[in-house]
C-alpha cells in the first residue's frame, strides 16, 4: 500500500524556519517525481515545490522560490521541503504528493497533510 | 506559469443533475490537464488524468474533455458523495498548477 506520512508540522513566528518531512512507503520511492502542494485556511491549492526522481532538477512556485528548498533522500525514501524566511502568507496545509509514472504528470497519491502556522 | 481559470468557482445541484465544470488554460497544454476532487479535512484524490483517463475505481458517471486551452469535467448524475471541491490541473510544465476549484453544494 503506498503511504505518505508527512511530518514536522508546528508554529514558527514570521522569518522563521521550518523543515517538513514526507516519509514514502509501498512503492520504490527513488524512480518518481514527488512535490509538495499546499493549501491555506478555506483557500485553493497551490503547488510549491517539486524534485526530480534523482532530485537533482527542482521545481518552486513563484511564490516561494528562494525562500523554499526541496530536497530527497533516496536511501531514506524520504522527501523534505526547507522552508525560511517565511511569511503569514505560507500559513497552509502542506501535502506532499506523488507523480504518476506514465507521462500524465498527475499527482495519483497525496499525504494527509499537516499545518504550518505562521504566526508571531 | 501556465494559468487555470475553472467556472463556476461554485454551483448548488441536486441528486440526479447534471453537472460539469470548466476549465480554461492561459495556454495551449494539449491533453495534460488532471481532476481532482477534495472533501473538508482530507487530501485531493485523482479523478481524471490527460483529460479523459478515468482513474481506478472511480464510477464512470465522471467524464472529461478537451485538448488545447478548453477542458471540462462533467458528472452526469450526481450523486450524495459528489458533493465536494472540484480542481483542474495541468502537468503541461512546471509549476504544475491549479485551478481555483469549483464546490459542489446541495442546493
Known amino acids: 500500500e503506498v503511504q505518505l506520512v508527512e511530518s514536522g508540522e508546528g508554529l514558527v513566528q514570521p522569518g522563521g524556519s521550518l523543515r517538513l518531512s514526507c516519509a514514502a512507503s509501498g512503492f520504490t520511492f527513488r524512480t518518481y517525481e514527488m512535490h509538495w502542494v499546499r493549501q491555506a485556511p478555506g483557500k485553493g491549492l497551490e503547488y510549491v515545490s517539486g524534485?526530480?526522481?534523482?532530485?537533482?532538477?527542482?521545481y518552486y512556485a513563484d511564490s516561494v522560490k528562494g525562500r523554499f528548498t526541496v530536497s530527497r533522500d533516496n536511501s531514506k525514501n524520504t522527501l523534505y521541503l526547507q522552508m525560511d524566511s517565511l511569511r503569514p502568507d505560507d500559513m497552509a496545509v502542506y501535502y506532499c504528493s506523488r507523480e504518476s509514472i506514465g507521462g500524465t504528470g498527475a499527482f495519483d497519491y497525496w499525504g494527509q497533510g499537516m499545518l504550518v502556522t505562521v504566526s508571531s | 506559469d501556465i494559468r487555470m481559470t475553472q467556472s463556476p468557482s461554485s454551483l448548488s445541484a441536486s441528486v440526479g443533475d447534471r453537472v460539469t465544470i470548466i476549465c480554461r488554460a492561459s495556454r495551449g497544454i494539449s491533453a495534460y490537464v488532471n481532476w481532482y476532487q477534495q472533501k473538508p479535512g482530507k487530501p485531493p484524490k485523482l479523478l481524471m488524468s490527460a483529460a479523459s483517463r478515468l482513474q481506478s475505481g472511480v464510477p464512470s458517471r465522471f467524464s472529461g474533455s478537451g485538448v488545447g486551452t478548453d477542458f471540462t469535467l462533467t458528472i452526469s448524475t450526481l450523486q450524495p458523495d459528489d458533493f465536494a471541491t472540484y480542481y483542474c490541473q495541468q502537468s503541461y510544465t512546471t509549476p504544475r498548477t491549479f485551478g481555483g476549484g469549483t464546490k459542489i453544494e446541495i442546493k
Open positions: 524534485t526530480s526522481s534523482n532530485g537533482r532538477i527542482t
